[in-house]
C-alpha cells in the first residue's frame, strides 16, 4: 500500500505562480514514474506533466513553457512549478505515482487526494 500527500495549492491572481509538492510513502520497492494531472468541473481528468525514474519528462501542451516538474528520489518527492498562471489553469491537482510495492507484486498506480488550484483576480 502506498499513500500520497499533495500540498502547495491556492488561490493566486492570473499571471503568478505556485509550487504543488506531492510525497509517496508506504511499502515502496521502487518507483517508476511520478506524475501531476488535473480536472475542472464537467470535465475529464487530464495530463499535466510527468517524469520517469530515468529523467524522462512530457508535459501537455497546454503547459509547455510556463510548469515544470522536478523530483527528489530520496524523499520520493514530485514537485510542480507553475509560472504565468491562467484562469483556465483552475482545477483540482492530482498526484499519480507508477509503483511496484514487492518483486512478486505487479506495477500499479496510485493517486493523492488531490489539491485546490484557483486562478483569479
Known amino acids: 500500500q502506498v499513500q500520497l500527500v499533495e500540498s502547495g495549492g491556492g488561490l493566486v491572481q492570473p499571471g503568478g505562480s505556485l509550487r504543488l509538492s506531492c510525497a509517496a510513502s508506504?511499502?515502496?520497492?521502487?518507483?517508476?514514474?511520478m506524475g501531476w494531472y488535473r480536472q475542472a468541473p464537467g470535465k475529464q481528468r487530464e495530463l499535466v506533466a510527468r517524469t520517469t525514474s530515468g529523467g524522462r519528462t512530457n508535459y501537455a501542451d497546454f503547459v509547455k513553457g510556463r510548469f515544470t516538474i522536478s523530483r527528489d528520489n530520496a524523499k520520493n518527492t514530485v514537485y510542480l512549478q507553475m509560472n504565468s498562471l491562467k484562469s483556465e489553469d483552475t482545477a483540482v491537482y492530482y498526484c499519480n505515482v507508477d509503483v511496484r510495492t514487492a518483486v512478486v507484486n505487479p506495477r500499479e498506480d496510485y493517486w493523492g487526494q488531490g489539491t485546490q488550484v484557483t486562478v483569479s483576480s
Open positions: 508506504g511499502s515502496i520497492f521502487v518507483i517508476y514514474a
